[in-house]
């Protein structure tokens, strides 16, 4: 696994680690919910659910869009970790790229390749 | 937004990489390198051909500029060479070209012929490049048209795959 493949399991582990963060996601794969009504589930503050909210989100489990003044979440994990994984995969290939061209700077000039 | 950046203090001298940003809204790759060589250097790179194909393929998949024209309008057409011998083409055609801060270009399949092979994805891209106090600071920028054409680059024509990435980049690292 690569540097950023550990980031983001570690991300995911850690926002699957909390049992509200949990009930969360399972509402929202469920549906659309506004980060408000959320809130109003739990015995806790508007704004740790929100810090819940933006844990999921980093995590890529949860996308959120703004509906007037209303902030609505659904649970999006595969098209969501998908594009996110394939971006990863495509990132790999320019930082070898870019380790090249750090190799080839490095090289003398007369360096011929073939 | 979907966007996850992840600055980096590099671990090993060797990886000049800095930041790393991914919007999957807009299926966008954004990367920053930092190279202790003047602007001029790394524009040369991507104006010679020869340079050029040193850096674009790993070891594994060489590449082979056919064509290579750095100018607005300009094409370019490659082929990289697998293990096994075969070839897999692309195309760049070039946009804008600010010599030694900017180019633009567009990065595409081709046939057996090196032609730009229809239904294929495309990506746009913009690649510039800033003096800074310790040489030069590089930013990639990599856009796909859908989250299906991202699917399809990996699928089909990244040849050279994240894999054999990693195990070039494990090898310059042990060396």
Same mark, same amino acid.
């Given at each position: ?35 408000? @009504? ?19 989100? $980093? ?28 971006? @990863?995969? /495509?990132?790999? /290939?320019? $930082?070898?790229?870019?380790? $090249? ?14 | ?24 809204? %807009?299926?966008?790759?954004?990367? =920053?390198? +930092? ?10 790179? &991507? !104006?010679?051909?020869?340079?050029? +194909? ?16 750095? =100018? ?12 096994? #011998? ?21 990065? #595409?399949?081709?046939? !057996? ?13 913009? &690649?510039?490049?800033?003096?800074? *106090? %310790?040489?030069?600071? !590089?930013? &990639?920028?990599? %856009? ?10 990996? +699928? ?7 894999? *054999? ?5 494990? !090898?310059?690292?042990?060396?």
């Amino acid at each position: 696994m690569t540097d950023s493949d550990e980031d983001q399991a570690d991300a995911l582990f850690h926002a699957l680690s909390d049992r509200t963060r949990r009930d969360i996601l399972r509402r929202v794969l469920a549906g659309e919910h506004s980060v408000s @009504a959320l809130a109003e589930k739990y015995d806790m503050s508007f704004a740790a659910v929100q810090k819940h909210v933006a844990v999921l989100e $980093r995590a890529g489990l949860l996308v959120k869009r703004r509906d007037g003044r209303q902030q609505m979440a659904s649970g999006d994990v595969n098209a969501v970790r998908s594009v996110s994984a394939m971006l @990863a995969d /495509i990132e790999q /290939i320019w $930082r070898g790229r870019i380790s $090249r061209i750090d190799d080839l700077l490095a090289a003398p000039p007369d360096d011929s390749p073939r | 937004m979907n966007i996850t950046a992840h600055p980096t203090t590099p671990k090993d001298p060797t990886m000049p990489v800095t930041d790393v940003q991914t919007d999957t809204d %807009t299926n966008t790759l954004t990367m =920053t390198a +930092e190279f202790t060589a003047p602007v001029e250097r790394i524009w040369q790179i &991507y !104006a010679d051909p020869r340079q050029l +194909e040193r850096v674009w393929g790993p070891p594994e998949y060489p590449a082979t500029f056919v064509e290579h024209d750095l =100018t607005p309008g300009g094409r370019s057409k490659y082929y990289m060479t697998s293990p096994d #011998g075969e070839r897999f083409g692309g195309w760049w055609q070039m946009q804008s070209v600010d010599p030694t801060s900017s180019f633009t270009f567009t990065d #595409g399949f081709a046939d !057996a012929d090196l032609n730009p092979a229809e239904d294929m994805p495309v990506s746009t891209n913009r &690649y510039s490049f800033k003096s800074t *106090a %310790t040489g030069t600071r !590089a930013i &990639y920028t990599s %856009t796909f048209a859908s989250a299906e054409e991202l699917q399809k680059v990996l +699928e089909m024509g990244m040849v050279e795959g994240a894999t *054999a990435t990693i195990g070039q980049i494990d !090898a310059l690292v042990a060396a």
